[in-house]
């Protein structure tokens, strides 16, 4: 078993235009957004009933029909604020 | 047997844009060659946002989903349901995830996930466990699209193999000459048509059928008459099932060659999270394309036979064949067979670079330059979808079906070294490796001892593993594929700790902290291992 791959030497750190890829970070607060589209299709219990009613769907299947969207609003906002808190920070 | 001429002439006629599409893609955004991993296989990696989230979505919302999804909550009901939470949960899941890939891979020039693992944990054999575990999951799949094709087929009333064939070939030429730019482009025409149809059918075949209200009070009828007469919901004993499926298929579905492929072909950091946080646009229209499936209870649809049983993946075909204008069904048509073309030809591409990168170059010819792996993952890609056809001709649709079912239990297994991998450098390579064995070898034996009484299979029958089993008589079942990897992360954190304290030695890291948040502009035209070749 050879020990290790035939990759070129990558120097750790680099001055580019965005900062010193050393001073990175993917963290941010507003990825916490990210829990409420994970969280809430697993509690089936919330959803698995037939009434209310609308538009003559059963809850069950309206209700469901909402974790889409709320990703997209969640997975967009925490994008987008994200990268505003980090343009503050100064790149 | 009778063909509908509008319709086929209609499909024809879509089917030949594409192929034209598929040609010419050689030439978008031509580079001086095409001949080389990173432009056969990645096309690039230059993908921007728009481009990447039209090609991710057509990549993983395939063709076996738009008619199996249906088929299923036609068959099952409410659990049938469950792929809405799954897609739903899928990318706020793995976002943030996929960008540490992204970054680590464009720094090192890797072209697959086993190459990641091979860098990080320095272990060729783990590489191998997962690469192979990429191509065994992906193959079933391939076929399970071809089963969307024949479905199609079968109600325009084309009998016998030969179109099935056409369009594989012509799907492998144009594969062949223009590489990931085929299915990238492609993928433009095969969603909008995908959101046309949805929109067209669910504003027009619900009314015709009479209404969402007399549609559902049909489907807990049919459903409080089936056993286990609990209507159109959950029972208490398939909900924690319903919940593990959504949530192990979500942290599955990254870890598939074909997607990891698609995100691999974009820019940048913030391309990769712009168009996987628009992602879940595409599981609004996948609900609506579910709903389909109750509405064909409501229309009374009689799923077509082949080989003497009902196939109920002709259902949402035989759907609007029965209530859209001639026309328009021919493009419902068309829509579904081009859905099974983008993901096919990703799907041949990301399993013919894990043959050519972890074991053609790794094993066979260590030297090998950029240009002879370009050559060798074309004809990969060739021989993979030979295979998904034989698959097809040869043996039972169940067959494939099954390995499918398999495929979604063994891809988690690759979780542990390529997502954990990705934030802690932790596991030991024999703890990884494994652990791996553990989650396959339980996953599969789990599989094989779950009955289906419906269809009266004894083995390979579903993928909710009976608590009973394990003597919690509870009635309860969980997902397999979820208990395989906390069995694998389990095993893995214990080999883990022993082989640490017993010293074994572990493989080096060729991965530096940093490499995770590389960047597009932190990073040279040419990454590091094309330029080895």
């Given at each position: 078993m050879s020990p290790d791959f035939p990759t070129r030497p990558v120097p750790s750190t680099r001055p580019t235009a965005s900062g010193a890829?050393?001073?990175?970070?993917?963290?941010?607060?507003?990825?916490?957004?990210?829990?409420i589209p994970i969280a809430a299709p697993l509690l089936t219990f919330i959803y698995n009933r037939e009434t209310p009613m609308l538009f003559g769907f059963p809850f069950f299947f309206w209700f469901q029909m909402l974790f889409a969207p709320i990703a997209v609003l969640a997975g967009v906002s925490a994008f987008y604020l994200s990268r505003r808190s980090r343009s503050k920070r100064g790149w | 047997m009778h063909v509908h001429a509008t319709e086929l002439w209609i499909t024809i006629v879509l089917f030949l844009l594409v192929t034209g599409m598929g040609f010419a893609?050689?030439?978008?955004?031509?580079?001086?060659?095409?001949?080389t991993m990173d432009e056969w296989g990645l096309a690039g990696r230059k993908f921007g946002s728009w481009i990447g989230w039209f090609m991710l979505g057509g990549d993983l919302y395939t063709a076996y989903t738009f008619v199996a999804v249906p088929a299923l909550l036609f068959g099952?009901?409410?659990?049938?349901?469950y792929a809405i939470p799954y897609t739903a949960i899928e990318y706020p899941l793995v976002v943030l995830i996929l960008i540490r890939l992204w970054s680590v891979c464009r720094t090192h020039g890797y072209v697959t996930p086993a190459d990641y693992v091979r860098g990080r944990f320095g272990s060729p054999t783990l590489a191998l466990a997962i690469a192979l575990t990429g191509v065994v999951a992906t193959m079933p799949y391939i076929a399970l699209n071809l089963i969307g094709i024949q479905a199609t087929l079968q109600v325009i009333g084309l009998g016998g193999d030969w179109p099935l064939i056409v369009a594989f070939v012509v799907l492998a030429a144009f594969t062949w000459r223009s590489g990931l730019r085929a299915p990238a482009l492609i993928a433009f025409v095969k969603d909008a048509l995908v959101y046309l149809l949805i929109i067209v059918a669910i504003a027009y075949i619900p009314a015709k059928v009479g209404g969402w209200g007399h549609i559902f009070s049909v489907t807990n009828a049919h459903f409080k008459a089936t056993?286990?007469?609990?209507?159109?919901l959950l029972t208490g004993n398939n909900q924690l099932t319903y919940a593990t499926l959504a949530f192990g298929s979500a942290a599955a579905i990254f870890l598939y060659p074909h997607a990891i492929t698609g995100v691999l072909s974009t820019r940048s950091r913030d391309v990769v999270r712009r168009s996987v946080a628009w992602l879940p646009v595409y599981s609004i229209v996948l609900g609506l394309i579910a709903l389909l499936g109750v509405v064909a209870l409501a229309a009374k649809v009689k799923p077509l036979l082949s080989g003497g049983k009902a196939n109920t993946n002709t259902i949402i075909p035989a759907l609007f064949e029965g209530t859209f204008p001639h026309w328009f069904a021919g493009v419902a048509f068309a829509t579904i067979i081009i859905g099974a073309l983008v993901p096919s030809a990703v799907m041949s591409i990301a399993a013919a670079n894990l043959f050519t990168r972890n074991i053609y170059k790794e094993y066979l010819r260590r030297d090998a330059s950029d240009h002879e792996q370009a050559t060798v993952s074309k004809f990969t890609s060739l021989a993979v979808k030979a295979g998904a056809i034989l698959f097809i001709l040869l043996l039972q649709p169940q067959f494939s079906i099954n390995l499918q079912l398999i495929g979604g239990v063994i891809i988690l297994q690759a979780l542990p070294a390529v997502f954990v991998g990705l934030y802690t450098r932790w596991p030991h390579r024999a703890g990884l490796i494994a652990g791996w064995a553990a989650g396959m070898a339980t996953g599969i034996w789990m599989l094989y001892v779950t009955p289906n009484p419906a269809t009266k299979q004894?083995?390979?029958?579903?993928?909710a593993f009976a608590l009973s089993h394990l003597g919690l008589h509870t009635g309860q079942g969980l997902y397999t594929g979820f208990i395989a990897v906390v069995i694998n992360l389990v095993v893995t954190a214990v080999v883990t700790l022993a082989a640490k304290a017993l010293k074994v030695p572990d493989g080096i890291d060729a991965t530096a902290a940093t490499d995770y948040f590389t960047d597009a502009d932190d990073v040279a035209e040419v990454p590091a291992e094309a330029a080895v070749a």
């Amino acid at each position: 078993m050879s020990p290790d791959f035939p990759t070129r030497p990558v120097p750790s750190t680099r001055p580019t235009a965005s900062g010193a890829p050393g001073s990175r970070t993917d963290r941010s607060p507003w990825n916490w957004l990210l829990l409420i589209p994970i969280a809430a299709p697993l509690l089936t219990f919330i959803y698995n009933r037939e009434t209310p009613m609308l538009f003559g769907f059963p809850f069950f299947f309206w209700f469901q029909m909402l974790f889409a969207p709320i990703a997209v609003l969640a997975g967009v906002s925490a994008f987008y604020l994200s990268r505003r808190s980090r343009s503050k920070r100064g790149w | 047997m009778h063909v509908h001429a509008t319709e086929l002439w209609i499909t024809i006629v879509l089917f030949l844009l594409v192929t034209g599409m598929g040609f010419a893609a050689a030439r978008w955004r031509r580079p001086p060659t095409l001949h080389t991993m990173d432009e056969w296989g990645l096309a690039g990696r230059k993908f921007g946002s728009w481009i990447g989230w039209f090609m991710l979505g057509g990549d993983l919302y395939t063709a076996y989903t738009f008619v199996a999804v249906p088929a299923l909550l036609f068959g099952t009901g409410a659990l049938g349901f469950y792929a809405i939470p799954y897609t739903a949960i899928e990318y706020p899941l793995v976002v943030l995830i996929l960008i540490r890939l992204w970054s680590v891979c464009r720094t090192h020039g890797y072209v697959t996930p086993a190459d990641y693992v091979r860098g990080r944990f320095g272990s060729p054999t783990l590489a191998l466990a997962i690469a192979l575990t990429g191509v065994v999951a992906t193959m079933p799949y391939i076929a399970l699209n071809l089963i969307g094709i024949q479905a199609t087929l079968q109600v325009i009333g084309l009998g016998g193999d030969w179109p099935l064939i056409v369009a594989f070939v012509v799907l492998a030429a144009f594969t062949w000459r223009s590489g990931l730019r085929a299915p990238a482009l492609i993928a433009f025409v095969k969603d909008a048509l995908v959101y046309l149809l949805i929109i067209v059918a669910i504003a027009y075949i619900p009314a015709k059928v009479g209404g969402w209200g007399h549609i559902f009070s049909v489907t807990n009828a049919h459903f409080k008459a089936t056993p286990p007469h609990t209507g159109a919901l959950l029972t208490g004993n398939n909900q924690l099932t319903y919940a593990t499926l959504a949530f192990g298929s979500a942290a599955a579905i990254f870890l598939y060659p074909h997607a990891i492929t698609g995100v691999l072909s974009t820019r940048s950091r913030d391309v990769v999270r712009r168009s996987v946080a628009w992602l879940p646009v595409y599981s609004i229209v996948l609900g609506l394309i579910a709903l389909l499936g109750v509405v064909a209870l409501a229309a009374k649809v009689k799923p077509l036979l082949s080989g003497g049983k009902a196939n109920t993946n002709t259902i949402i075909p035989a759907l609007f064949e029965g209530t859209f204008p001639h026309w328009f069904a021919g493009v419902a048509f068309a829509t579904i067979i081009i859905g099974a073309l983008v993901p096919s030809a990703v799907m041949s591409i990301a399993a013919a670079n894990l043959f050519t990168r972890n074991i053609y170059k790794e094993y066979l010819r260590r030297d090998a330059s950029d240009h002879e792996q370009a050559t060798v993952s074309k004809f990969t890609s060739l021989a993979v979808k030979a295979g998904a056809i034989l698959f097809i001709l040869l043996l039972q649709p169940q067959f494939s079906i099954n390995l499918q079912l398999i495929g979604g239990v063994i891809i988690l297994q690759a979780l542990p070294a390529v997502f954990v991998g990705l934030y802690t450098r932790w596991p030991h390579r024999a703890g990884l490796i494994a652990g791996w064995a553990a989650g396959m070898a339980t996953g599969i034996w789990m599989l094989y001892v779950t009955p289906n009484p419906a269809t009266k299979q004894s083995h390979w029958g579903g993928s909710a593993f009976a608590l009973s089993h394990l003597g919690l008589h509870t009635g309860q079942g969980l997902y397999t594929g979820f208990i395989a990897v906390v069995i694998n992360l389990v095993v893995t954190a214990v080999v883990t700790l022993a082989a640490k304290a017993l010293k074994v030695p572990d493989g080096i890291d060729a991965t530096a902290a940093t490499d995770y948040f590389t960047d597009a502009d932190d990073v040279a035209e040419v990454p590091a291992e094309a330029a080895v070749a």
